[in-house]
């Protein structure tokens, strides 16, 4: 059980890496990325909510901005697949997935105009430090709901194993990130843009 749960995690892990992090550029935005969602993960004992705000502003800032900006979209030859044929199989959210995210989460601060109190679940604000930590609170639960959405979905058109997994992998990346694309930064000062050719088994 556990050793198959493992695999799984590996095999996700290395598709996520192989398929979607071959630019140099996007690996060391995420190595940003990885370090500021472990000051999240460290400042959430004492706030969720300013967790919430260093981990979307920051973290998801950087990490989705390599995606969207600096990843390769035309065909991939080093594995041989259209990017068309990426975003069908990937098992978390693709960049379609994540457009709708995104904007969900850009536009959620909006409620707090119509509904200061967000329908008595926040106490309203007074100033302006009080206003970003009730929007890091909805952001908070919308990081939530995210995961739970995707998990269950997966549920649904995977298995149970395939969700649990995929949560477990998306929780631990900030280590794994960090562990994979420490060296990110020396490939960009030897203008090293893209990875090389990898025959790497499915371990990273």
């Keep these: 059980m556990l050793k198959s749960f493992l695999r799984d995690l590996r095999e996700q892990r290395w598709d ?41 502003v920051v973290s998801m800032g950087t990490r989705q ?26 098992v978390g959210y693709n960049l379609q997935r994540k457009v709708v995210l995104m904007a969900v989460w850009a536009s959620s601060p909006l409620l707090l105009i119509a509904q200061p109190d967000l329908f008595g679940l926040l106490t309203p604000h007074t100033d302006w430090k009080e206003l970003a930590l009730n929007v890091g609170w909805i952001w908070f639960w ?51 843009w893209f990875e090389e050719p990898h025959e790497e088994e499915r371990t990273a």
């Design 65 to 90: 901005s390599g995606h969207f900006f600096f990843e390769p979209k035309g065909y991939d030859h080093i594995n041989h697949a259209t990017h068309e044929y990426k975003e069908e199989i990937k």
């Design 16 to 56: 996520d890496h192989r398929y979607y992090h071959q630019s140099r550029i996007n690996q060391f935005l995420h190595l940003i990325s990885a370090m500021s969602f472990l000051v999240a993960y460290g400042v959430m004992f004492k706030s969720p909510a300013l967790a919430a705000l260093i981990g979307w």
């Design 142 to 192: 919308i990081g939530v709901g995210a995961l739970l959405f995707r998990m269950l979905t997966l549920f649904i058109i995977r298995d149970v194993r395939t969700g649990i997994v995929w949560v477990c992998k998306i929780l631990t990346d900030p280590f794994h990130d960090i562990m994979l694309y420490h060296h990110a930064p020396m490939h960009l000062l030897r203008r090293e």
